[in-house]
């Protein structure tokens, strides 16, 4: 490649960077990032930047996007004045009588921010391309969680003991059986009537609980109320002589007959 | 094709098979096999063989290569299940159904299911029970020698131990609930138990709450346990 | 309590130890901690020791016991990446706004998002710090004590898993970048001023860093490492 190529190259590349400039302001993030674009076309080290050139560069490009009526961002025209401004006091031969950071200073200042956006990109970029966990090192495929075993102990004390009972004990719906419903609760009288009535019947030994009224057989509670009811009415019953009562063994059915009467 | 044309594709040493093989069962989320190994690896691997190495060089570590059906994989040695476990215990106050039955057991020993049902007004879940059983708490006393025979409940001594208590007779009476302010002083309404009497007959008449009405049902009450 | 009675309860022989400490660490996919291997581990263990070891035994093979901030964890060797494509995990792409102050973040922490703003010369959106905080690759970090007690972000553990780091130290050129004073928070020349003309406000605004205090903890990256 011979030098004059390269040349040509060289301004048909800045040509085509400054138009690039111009049509792709919004691919800039921001003046700084625009200015550290600019700062590279100088070819010299960061550090070594002639920050003036680079303010007139910039204020070029600034004038290039009015003369194409390219809206530019408030924060590129406020560096572009404050471009203005640095390069004047660049330029101008310090004034003694004027406070406040000198041209070199803010100049040097803003050097150090172009070098150190730059460097950070340098970072990003290098640590972008680092070997990445799911791209070049893996983590384990099957995992093995710890599976949490949780034992519940339960507590309780001796008041909460007390107090469940005394709960229980003072509770408001707490009846003794005999008050619970009156309409489970077959009497004896009831009882007593009823057997009056069929043990004329029973000649043959039969299961008391066959005594038992149809209705009150199946609903425990009345159950339990009428056999409890039935049986003292069967023993009332014996007592006067009306029946029999037997029993083969310990817990096997009671029977009851009619007793014939005697002497005759 | 000949073998020796093959093996100009030079697969790579032996060892550098073997931490393929490694890396790639490491990484698998699922067993892989022989034939998935060998089309992951370099031409002319031979994962059987790597596996083969790979296989004893973990044995006797914290993890194995074993198979699974076809295939293989990388798993924590038995010996070592316990690290992936973690006990947490919590504690947790005891349901309100079990304390009250918890209470019934240890005031009306022996006493059952159906009593307590009786007593509590409410029918007692066999969870409930199993709780207790589980805790300790109580355990299955002498059968009623009634109609049935059913199961009683007592408390154990593992509950005596936990409240504190020498014996189930040691836990305060009616009467000293009263006094301690953990009953009200009125009266269950119908309530036909001696609690106004003098003395210590509290105590008594707590163990015998299941006396008069209550033992005549049992024959009806097991069918229901 | 003596150090002889501590050992009466035996620590498993370090071998054990070790094989513990692999099936922990092949068991989970992040990191863990020593603190978390020590709880795992029977009464007296010491996984830090243990770790030397297992480190040692795994160099040059097809996975790795790695140092991922203050925890360990097994990663397979990054030169096997190519067999994984099966277990790749496209990650979303991230803007360059965003990878820019993910890097500045790292180089910077702890670093309020004015700084973040100030090197970059742009304002940082929502949108970005969002998506960082979302792939776990910062977090808020103590606020800082100056004027408006602005929060700062670091890296996180994840994000040094990620990028293979054993912690922020090891960031690639960090030495570098630091000695040519690039990780200074220089002020702007004036800036100590009380206040500049008010026809400078904007631009101070654009550049200038929050506040001059902010810089007084600079080197913090070294006591949060």
Redo the contacts between chains.
């Keep these: 490649m011979s030098d004059n190529n390269s040349i040509l190259e060289t301004s048909v590349a800045e040509r085509l960077a400054s138009e690039a400039l111009i049509v792709d302001v919004d691919g800039y993030e921001g003046p700084l990032d625009l200015l550290l674009t600019l700062s590279r076309t100088q070819k010299v080290d960061l550090r070594k930047i002639s920050v003036l050139q680079l303010a007139e560069q910039y204020l070029e490009f600034v004038e290039k996007a009015k003369e194409l009526r390219i809206e530019l961002a408030a924060d590129y025209l406020v560096m572009a004045a404050w471009l203005a401004f640095l390069k004047s006091r660049l330029l101008l031969p310090p004034d003694p009588k004027e406070e406040g950071p000198s041209g070199e200073e803010l100049a040097a200042h803003l050097a150090f921010q172009l070098e150190r956006l730059a460097a950070m990109r340098d970072a990003s970029a290098r640590l972008m391309g680092r070997d990445r966990l799911a791209r070049d090192f893996?983590?384990?495929?099957?995992t093995?969680?710890?599976?949490?075993?949780?034992?519940?102990?339960?507590?309780?004390?001796?008041l909460?003991?007390?107090?469940?009972?005394?709960?229980?004990?003072?509770?408001?719906?707490?009846?003794?059986?005999?008050?619970e419903s009156r309409d489970s609760i077959l009497t004896m009288e009831q009882a007593l009537d009823r057997m009056r009535g069929l043990i004329g019947f029973s000649g043959e030994w039969t299961d008391i609980m066959s005594y038992l009224p149809e209705d009150w057989a199946g609903d425990?509670k009345r159950?339990?109320s009428a056999?409890?009811s039935t049986?003292a009415a069967t023993l009332e019953l014996a007592k006067e002589g009306k029946l029999e009562i037997r029993q083969h063994e310990t817990?096997a059915p009671l029977q009851i007959r009619k007793r014939e009467p005697q002497g005759d | 094709m000949t073998e020796e044309n093959e093996s100009l594709f030079e697969a790579p040493p032996m060892g550098e098979q073997?931490?393929?093989?490694?890396?790639?069962l490491?990484?698998?989320?699922?067993p892989v096999t022989i034939r998935d190994l060998a089309g992951?690896?370099p031409h002319g691997s031979e994962p059987a063989e790597a596996l083969v190495h790979l296989r004893k060089r973990y044995e006797?570590?914290?993890?194995r290569v074993v198979k699974v059906g076809d295939a293989w994989?990388?798993r924590?040695?038995p010996d070592?299940g316990f690290?992936?476990?973690?006990?947490?215990?919590?504690?947790?106050?005891?349901s309100?159904a079990?304390?009250?039955t918890?209470?019934?057991v240890?005031?009306h020993q022996p006493v059952t299911r159906a009593e307590i049902e009786?007593?509590?007004?409410v029918s007692v879940s066999r969870g409930t029970i199993d709780?207790l059983l589980e805790?300790d708490w109580i355990k299955l006393g002498r059968r009623r020698m009634t109609?049935g025979r059913p199961v009683t409940f007592v408390v154990t001594e593992a509950f005596l131990d936990?409240?504190?208590?020498e014996s189930a007779r040691d836990?305060?009476g009616?009467k000293e609930?009263r006094q301690?302010g953990?009953?009200?002083n009125?009266p269950?309404?119908?309530?036909?138990l001696p609690e106004t009497e003098a003395g210590d007959d509290d105590q008594v008449d707590l163990f015998q709450a299941e006396s008069d009405?209550?033992y005549?049902?049992d024959?009806?009450?097991d069918?229901?346990m």
């Excluded at chain 1, 093995?144 to 001796?158: C, G």
């Excluded at chain 2, 269950?188 to 036909?192: A, C, L, N, R």
């Design positions: 893996f983590a384990r495929g099957v093995e969680d710890v599976t949490r075993i949780r034992k519940v102990t339960y507590t309780a004390n001796i909460d003991l007390m107090q469940a009972y005394s709960r229980i004990r003072t509770k408001d719906e707490f009846r003794p059986l005999s008050f425990p159950r339990r056999t409890a049986f817990f | 073997e931490r393929m093989v490694e890396a790639i490491f990484a698998s989320a699922d992951r690896m006797g570590r914290g993890v994989a990388i924590t040695a070592l690290l992936m476990q973690k006990e947490t215990v919590e504690t947790r106050k005891l309100r079990a304390i009250e918890l209470a019934i240890a005031y009786e007593i509590r007004g709780q805790l109609p936990h409240f504190g208590l836990l305060p009616l609930l301690a953990l009953l009200d009125r269950p309404p119908g309530s036909d009405d209550a005549l049902e024959d009806i009450i069918d229901d």
